[in-house]
Structures are given as structure tokens and as C-alpha cells.
């Protein structure tokens, strides 16, 4: 968070977010499995990042600074739903880890984790409500439901090889892309930006939000060993076919990678020579640099938007964002 560092009251803002789910998370039923699951998300360490281009887009206001509690307590919502939909998303998968540490599914059991899901999204309302969020509220309503359709939208399709590159795009839309333009959707509206400045800002957090699941998705292929857990290809083994092992099926060379797929069925252990060949198929239908690719058009695109804001910490913050996001 170094160069994050420079931004004048960003770490503070970012602190108090935590202490605002803390706030929103605190038990008040004395169940002592609740309080420690409740304990587990909020130590998780999570990035942050959806609060952070909240509370960038909410530089650009003329309501700020004054409105700088308001963000925090959004920014705080925003990463309550993010927490939310991996506890749920972790029991989907049968994760054993998230972030390198035991998830809420393995650590307290599945049917904690959809009880704790619940139970978070259950405050959430509780807090929109309470701060008279009602635009913010319905906007999230709305985030969430495209976040469940990008999800469902997945599961139809796993295991399918003839999704196209439109079904998952409008997948990862829906799972990731759509709470980016939320938040910086209510950074625009809790600080007052116009309906221009706020269209560019919900823009650039489409792009970002495009480019972390693009780039989540590359990394699951590319990495070397386990990535925070998860292994290398699970993707693949478990049906989800992302940007570069699409580009490989619509190849002309598609018809290998549709023999391995079948060979190995779904859900199976994948052996290392079968990953070989993977990697052979995806680097002669060149899926990788593909992908690489249109990441680089989306940091392009955001950055061209971000171009016409004015120019100051917040414009550079984002800037700073978009190079962590396609430095490797
Ligand atoms: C992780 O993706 C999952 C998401 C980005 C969204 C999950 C959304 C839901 C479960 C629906 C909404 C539900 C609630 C409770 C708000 P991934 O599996 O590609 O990434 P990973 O590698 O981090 O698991
Ligand atoms: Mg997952």
C-alpha cells in the first residue's frame, strides 16, 4: 500500500472502513460459534480494493472532504458483500483455503458458512437502512442480483465447451465487473459528482472490475505452484473455462483441447502431463497472450477515461491501481 501511502488520509480512510465492519459485524447473540466465525472474517485480511475506488471516486465530489465518514461506512457495505459472496462462493467451490488461511466452510463447517453468508448480508440491509442510504441500498440490492446471475451463469455452463467468450464476459460482469461500477458509482453519488464525472468514474470501475477477474483467471493458469490456496488449473478441472483456454477452444487446434476434456471428466485430478499438454495446446493457440491482451485494452480504456478527471491524488491513485493490476 506504499504509494498509497502518499495520498493525503487515504490509510486513515482505509483503517476506518475496518473499523466500520467491525462495528457492523459485532455480535450481539453471544453465540460462541457466531462470535468466532465473526472473528475469523473480520482478522481475514482481506485487500480492499472495492473500498479503495470508492473512496477515490469520492474525491471527485464537491461534497468532499465532507463527506468522508459517509464513504467509509459505504466502503465498509461494499466489502461486507465481497466477504459475503466468498464465504458463499468458498462452500460452492469446497475451498479449503482463501487468502492462505482456512475458509469459514472448512474451518467451521458449511452450514455455519451459509448461516454467517446470511447473517452478514443481514446486516448490511440493517446498516443501509440505518445511515438512510436508500439510493446506495437499492443500487447494491441490484449489484448483488447481478452478481448472483454471473454466478448462475457460470455453474449453467460448467463443463460446457461451446460457452462463448460473450457468455463468460457477461459472467464475469455480473460476479465481478458489476460491484467495481457500484462502488465507484456511490463514491460519484455520496460526494456529489456529476452525472458526467460519475458515467466516467462507473466506467473505469467496469474496466477494473473486468481486468481483476481477467487477471484472477490468467493467474489460475499461469502460476506455478498454489496461488493463495487454490491450485494451479482448478479452474479448468472444475469446469469454469475462462479467457485463454476459450481462445484455445475456438482455435483451430480446439479439437485437442476438447479430447483432453473428455478424457479427464469432470472434476477429476489432473495429472502433470495432461497440464503440459494443456499449456502446449494454450500456447500454440496463443490463449495466454490473448488474454494479456485485452487486460492491457481495459487498463488502456480505463486510463483514457481517467484521463478527462482532474488531475490529483485520487486520478493518480487510480492510475496506481490499474499498474498493480497489469504488472505481471
Ligand atoms: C469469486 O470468484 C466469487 C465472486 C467474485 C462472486 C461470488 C458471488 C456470489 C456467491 C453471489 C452473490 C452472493 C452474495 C452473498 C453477495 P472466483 O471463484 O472466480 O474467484 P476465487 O479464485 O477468489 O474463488
Ligand atoms: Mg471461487
Known sequence: MAAFDKIEGLSDDLKLVDVYVDEYLRDESGHTALRSVLNTITTGGG???????????????????????????????????????????????????????????????????????????????FYLFKEASIEAG?????????????????????????????????NIFGKTASLFVAACGIGAMESGCGEKTSMILRQVGEHIGYLFQLRDDLLNIISTGDREGKPVHSDFINGTYTLPILHALHHPSGHRLREVIHTIGSGAAVSDCIKEEIQDILNSSRG??????????????????????????????????????TAD
Open 47 to 125: 485487500k480492499k480494493v472495492r473500498p479503495l475506488v470508492l473512496l477515490l471516486s469520492g474525491r471527485f465530489g464537491p461534497k468532499w472532504p465532507k463527506c468522508r465518514d459517509q464513504l467509509c461506512k459505504m466502503g465498509a457495505t461494499v466489502e461486507m458483500i465481497h466477504t459475503a459472496s466468498l464465504i458463499h462462493d468458498d462452500i460452492v467451490d469446497d475451498s479449503p483455503l482463501r487468502r492462505g488461511r482456512p475458509t469459514v466452510q472448512s474451518k467451521f463447517g458449511k452450514e455455519m458458512a451459509v448461516y454467517a453468508g446470511d447473517f452478514v448480508l443481514s446486516r448490511i440491509v
Open 138 to 170: 437499492m443500487l447494491l440490492a441490484k449489484t448483488v442480483e447481478s452478481m448472483c446471475y454471473g454466478e448462475i451463469g457460470q455453474y449453467a455452463h460448467a463443463y460446457d465447451t461451446k460457452v462463448t467468450v460473450e457468455d463468460y464476459l457477461s
Open 288 to 325: 495466454i497472450e490473448f488474454t494479456r491482451e485485452t487486460i492491457r485494452c481495459h487498463a488502456e480504456q480505463a486510463g483514457e477515461l481517467l484521463s478527462s478527471l482532474p488531475e490529483g491524488p485520487a486520478r493518480q491513485g487510480f492510475y496506481e491501481i490499474l499498474d498493480r493490476l
